[in-house]
Every structure is written in C-alpha cells, then in structure tokens.
C-alpha cells in the first residue's frame, strides 16, 4: 500500500501537539507490514536526517506574512503552505500512482484540486477545523481590524474543510465530538476516532501520592504559539486572580512560548510564574498537584492530558476540553464549563487529598494501556485496506 502523505512541515523535532501527532502516526503506519510512505512537507529548523522506511520529500521552509492571502479562496495557513515551491514537488509526486493521498491536518488542503479524481483521500483531521476557527473568531479579544480577518479567514477554513470532508474517501478524526460533526457534515464517508498515543514513561504502578509536602501548586504545560492557546492561558489567569490568591495557590505555566510574551504576563500576573521553553517539563508536573487544561478555545485531543496522567497528576479542565480523555469528569477530574467556575473548583478541591490522589490513580489506570502508538497504526492501515469496515 503506497501513501502520499501531505503535512505542514518535517514533524522532527516533534517539540509540539501537533508534530506529536503527526510524527507518531507517521511511525507507526509505516511499521505496518506492506505499507510504502512518502511525505511532501517543508523543512523543519532542524531536520533529522533519513528516517527509513519514510521516504522524506521536503523543500524549503514555510513563508511568512498571511496578508496576501486576504485576496486568495483560501485561508493564510493554506495560502502559505500550498506556495509555488510545494505545488511544483506535489506535481512530481502525483506522475506516481498512489494508494492512498493523505492529508494531514485541514490546512494541506491546499493540495485538493491537484489530486486526481480517482484518487482515494484520507482526511487526517486534528480539529474539526471550521468549529474551532469560528469558535477563535466569535472571541472579543484582539483590535476589530484582527477580529474581521478572522472571521473571514474562518468563512474560508469552514468552505476549504467542507469540499475536503466531502471529497474524501474516509475521515480520522481525534476526538468523538470531532468525529460526530464529520458525519453530519459529509454523511457517507466513513469517519473513524484516531487519538493519539504516548511514548513518554507509564508507570507500572501508581505513579505517585499527593501528600501535604507536595507544593500546592497548579501546573499549565504546552506549546503557547497559536492564538487560541495563548487567548486560553489569558483567559484563565484573569479568571484565576482572584480565587488562586486568596487560596494562596501557586500557578507555574510551562512550555514552547515567546519569551518575551511570557515576561510582559509576568509583570501583569506577578502571583503566577512562567518558563518558556524548557529542556523538559517533568520536573514542572513533579511539583505539582495539579494539572490544568484551560482551552475553553479549540478544539482536538489535548496531548497535556497524558503527560498529567501519566506523571500522577489529576487533571483539572474545562469540561469540552476532556473529549476522547477516558475519565469521568465528575469523579475522576476536576471538571467545570469555563475558566471562571474552573478557578473556583482548583480552590475548592487543593487541599482535597483523598479525590486528589484518587482522581489521578484512576485516570492513570484508565489510561495505561489505552494510547499506544503501535496500536494507532494498525488501526489506521486497516481503515486504509477496508474504509467500509469505518461506518458506524
């Protein structure tokens, strides 16, 4: 079975949920008996060489700037990806006859009107695009001038995805919510959940016991580059002055951030601490009691959730960000509708020893052997080989 694979960039280093995502599937397909990968992708920072049997078709790097794309049929990111150079390396590509065309992540579909007609297409979805990309423009923050390209922009990825969703030969989607609005919106296509797996450490046993010694802290982990996130991490920490300073709680927020963005939330938020950009986040979750998930924008599985889970930590989210997490969100994690009750119940449940270790040792049995990436890609190749076995 030989696959074109289209992605946004080289996914190594995977230093992002994204990459992650894209980079632990990519492995595990391609160590299913049978299957022949080639990706068409930029090149990332630093590339890590030849990965057999991946065969790694890569040029240059992604443009910057999006203005251009104000005038285009398609949104920035597409715009940007589908430049001159990729569409010239997708033409070679396609004099070969393929099995499969995979398109990773709505953005690539830049890449649709160059495909065959009697080419099979997967869509790799991370988020239900068009929902995620109204949810981010439908937010107040930003000048109008910012809010009115997003709203356009989002018009855009909701049309781009719709032909995509609809062109499709079978849908992935990572999330269950994901997958039921992929049905709705191209009924026929076979739609299959795909979450992603874990290739840190699992504890054989309980990982850890929150114990009066352990800081009463709550820790924040992840990649902080795309709007959302960052309108996320702010929304909180408004939400969170008030209750986490009486509580006298600690907040650390960690991971692949502006610098400079992180020191200017510094000086508005001096009760909360920031790092950015840290060789590992472990040490973070360690001293820790609790972990957070506070995207009350976006949509997709959140990979923060297993490194929580699987260092001991309980989790405490925002009740639409647990969707394909198995925990129960009443009696296994602290779990409210938005930021502000989210606050609230951190300040409630800190001291709360008992649900504290309990939520964390049954997530983390839930979860132990329920995202392996092995597992992921025999998962896949068989929706490639037998789509119709994918309807619900």
């Given at each position: 079975?030989?696959?074109?694979?289209?992605?946004?960039?080289?996914?190594?280093?995977?230093?992002?949920?994204?990459?992650?995502?894209?980079?632990?599937?990519?492995?595990?397909?391609?160590?299913?008996?049978?299957?022949?990968?080639?990706?068409?992708?930029?090149?990332?920072?630093?590339?890590?060489?030849?990965?057999?049997?991946?065969?790694?078709?890569?040029?240059?790097?992604?443009?910057?700037?999006?203005?251009?794309?104000?005038?285009?049929?398609?949104?920035?990111?597409?715009?940007?990806?589908?430049?001159?150079?990729?569409?010239?390396?997708?033409?070679?590509?396609?004099?070969?006859?393929?099995?499969?065309?995979?398109?990773?992540q709505a953005a690539c579909a830049w890449a649709l009107g160059m495909i065959p007609a009697g080419t099979k297409v997967l869509y790799l979805a991370h988020?239900?695009?068009?929902?995620?990309?109204?949810?981010?423009?439908?937010?107040?923050?930003?000048?109008?001038?910012?809010?009115?390209?997003?709203?356009?922009?989002?018009?855009?990825?909701?049309?781009?995805?719709?032909?995509?969703?609809?062109?499709?030969?079978?849908?992935?989607?990572?999330?269950?919510?994901?997958?039921?609005?992929?049905?709705?919106?191209?009924?026929?296509?076979?739609?299959?959940?795909?979450?992603?797996?874990?290739?840190?450490?699992?504890?054989?046993?309980?990982?850890?016991?929150?114990?009066?010694?352990?800081?009463?802290?709550?820790?924040?982990?992840?990649?902080?580059?795309?709007?959302?996130?960052?309108?996320?991490?702010?929304?909180?920490?408004?939400?969170?002055?008030?209750?986490?300073?009486?509580?006298?709680?600690?907040?650390?927020?960690?991971?692949?951030?502006?610098?400079?963005?992180?020191?200017?939330?510094?000086?508005?938020?001096?009760?909360?601490?920031?790092?950015?950009?840290?060789?590992?986040?472990?040490?973070?979750?360690?001293?820790?009691?609790?972990?957070?998930?506070?995207?009350?924008?976006?949509?997709?599985?959140?990979?923060?959730?297993?490194?929580?889970?699987?260092?001991?930590?309980?989790?405490?989210?925002?009740?639409?960000?647990?969707?394909?997490?198995?925990?129960?969100?009443?009696?296994?994690?602290?779990?409210?509708?938005?930021?502000?009750?989210?606050?609230?119940?951190?300040?409630?449940?800190?001291?709360?020893?008992?649900?504290?270790?309990?939520?964390?040792?049954?997530?983390?049995?839930?979860?132990?052997?329920?995202?392996?990436?092995?597992?992921?890609?025999?998962?896949?190749?068989?929706?490639?080989?037998?789509?119709?076995?994918?309807?619900?």
């Open positions: 079975m030989r696959c074109l694979w289209i992605t946004r960039q080289d996914p190594r280093p995977a230093n992002s949920g994204e990459l992650i995502y894209s980079l632990g599937l990519l492995r595990s397909l391609a160590a299913q008996p049978g299957v022949e990968i080639t990706v068409l992708a930029h090149r990332a920072t630093r590339a890590d060489g030849e990965e057999p049997p991946i065969t790694w078709d890569l040029h240059g790097s992604i443009p910057n700037g999006r203005l251009k794309s104000l005038l285009s049929a398609l949104p920035g990111d597409a715009y940007r990806l589908g430049n001159p150079v990729q569409r010239q390396g997708l033409s070679f590509l396609l004099e070969k006859a393929w099995d499969w065309v995979i398109i990773d988020n239900h695009e068009a929902a995620v990309r109204r949810q981010v423009a439908g937010d107040r923050g930003g000048s109008f001038p910012m809010r009115m390209a997003l709203k356009w922009d989002a018009l855009k990825y909701a049309r781009m995805e719709g032909m995509l969703a609809r062109r499709a030969n079978l849908i992935s989607a990572i999330t269950p919510r994901d997958a039921e609005a992929f049905r709705r919106e191209a009924p026929g296509v076979p739609v299959f959940v795909l979450p992603p797996g874990y290739s840190g450490p699992i504890p054989a046993g309980r990982a850890r016991t929150i114990d009066p010694e352990t800081p009463r802290r709550v820790v924040l982990a992840g990649a902080f580059e795309w709007l959302a996130k960052r309108r996320n991490l702010e929304a909180f920490l408004h939400a969170a002055a008030e209750p986490f300073q009486a509580a006298h709680i600690g907040f650390q927020v960690v991971g692949k951030a502006d610098p400079a963005w992180f020191a200017a939330l510094a000086k508005q938020f001096p009760w909360a601490s920031f790092q950015a950009n840290v060789p590992s986040v472990a040490p973070y979750l360690d001293a820790a009691r609790i972990g957070l998930i506070p995207e009350a924008l976006g949509g997709g599985f959140k990979l923060k959730a297993l490194d929580y889970i699987f260092r001991g930590l309980p989790l405490a989210s925002v009740e639409a960000a647990l969707s394909g997490v198995p925990v129960d969100p009443h009696s296994e994690a602290i779990a409210a509708p938005d930021p502000a009750a989210l606050a609230a119940a951190v300040a409630a449940k800190i001291d709360d020893l008992e649900f504290l270790n309990h939520a964390a040792s049954r997530a983390l049995d839930a979860c132990r052997s329920a995202f392996r990436w092995e597992d992921r890609g025999v998962t896949l190749a068989a929706a490639l080989r037998d789509p119709a076995s994918c309807q619900p």
